[in-house]
């Protein structure tokens, strides 16, 4: 009996769990189970020609030096994109790197971009001053409200980039509708996607360009590596995207890419238990009389649960608290915790609590962050792997101290 004809053998006919485990791989011919870690940095050719057709970029998925191209790397890659339902990525050292090269391998000096205020520190440091050095202008706007964006555009614009959920705030921004008023002006929506994650929304379905991740958060998810990743059409990707990577060589290592694909074997197992456990944690903490109000996608008392419901299939592993008493109170029900880590990282196995205000957000000026919504009780709570009864008594308690 033969597998030729089996239908499964097509990739995109597998579910995304299997793809999870199996998507891109290729074996060497030792037919190993595990993915092959190529740590080599550079490769050798049969002959002269052949150098010189492969730099000529006439040999399909050849490679010529692990900068750019890596067979470990491409597995990541692969993967990653079946996982998106992208036609190609390109794999970076961090998800720093990733939302820079989307971005400014997207722009020239003399062109505008318009993004969201409510961004991650470093986000906003890449479009507010590291852009405008190089004669990119920048607008900056309430996400919440779509017709902010059409009225910022300008005939210059030529990238419009968000997050959704926001950090640390959760606020949401309509993806479709943006996507909607940035082609219609001639420009490329992109879109970080880390807080929702490749399982629960799908930034290309609904219209984005470009999908960045910061693979160190749910990807590894483990606290061991950095990575970052952008996907999208292969027009693009396969155009400026690579060409920013293999010039200026944020590149990803063969060694974390190794590590990121062994997470991504049980990134849905991760992301569905700790999902189950925020709503649980939410369900407990939103009424309680400490905390002025519990940030959650999915739950009716979020001001956009209309278009979460819509554009996320779940609320993910993201819980935003605002503690009564301030930065003191936010501090005391912190320093209570036995469980769950003070840690300004996200998508860990572990539960992680961050203070915003003086952590990822610190250093913005007081109004900005008023602005954004960090305010001095809020925290960011990354919802871990351990029982969630043991999650919500850990905060309980820190809420008695409070």
Known sequence: MSRDK??????????????????????TDF??????????????????????????????????????????????????ALIEGAEAGRAFASGMAAVTNAVMSQVRAGDHIVAAQALFGGCRYVVEDYAPRFG?????????DSENFARAMRPNTKVVFLETPTNPTLELVDIKAVADIAHAHGAKLIVDNVFSTALYQKPLQLGADLVTYSATKHIDGQGRVLGG??????????GDVHTFL?????TLSAFNAWVLLKGLETYELRIRQMTDSA?????????????????????????????????????????????????????????????ILISNNLGDAKSLITHPRTTTHARFTEDVRLETGVTPGLLRLSVGLENPDDLIADLMYGLDQV
């Open 31 to 80: 037919n190993e189970t595990s993915e092959a870690l190529f740590l080599n940095s550079g490769y050798s050719y049969p002959s002269s020609e052949h150098a010189e057709r492969l730099f000529q970029n006439k040999i399909p998925g050849g490679h010529n030096y692990s900068r750019f191209a890596n067979p470990t790397v491409d597995v990541f890659q692969e993967r990653m």
């Open 246 to 250: 293999r010039q200026t060589g944020a």
């Open 279 to 339: 709503e649980k944690i939410v369900a407990a903490l939103a009424s309680h009389p400490k905390i002025n109000r519990v940030i959650y996608p999915h739950h009716p008392s979020h001001p956009q649960y209309e278009l979460a419901r819509r554009q996320m299939q779940r609320g993910s592993t993201i819980i935003a608290l605002d503690v009564k008493g301030g930065q003191e109170g936010a501090f005391t029900l912190s320093d209570s915790l036995a469980v």
């Open 136 to 144: 990119v202008e920048s607008t900056l706007v309430d996400g919440r």
């Open 6 to 27: 089996n239908p499964l053998l097509d990739p995109n006919r597998r579910a995304a769990a299997t793809q999870m485990v199996h998507g891109g791989g290729k074996r």
């Open 229 to 238: 990743i952008v996907l999208g059409s292969r027009e693009l990707i396969e």
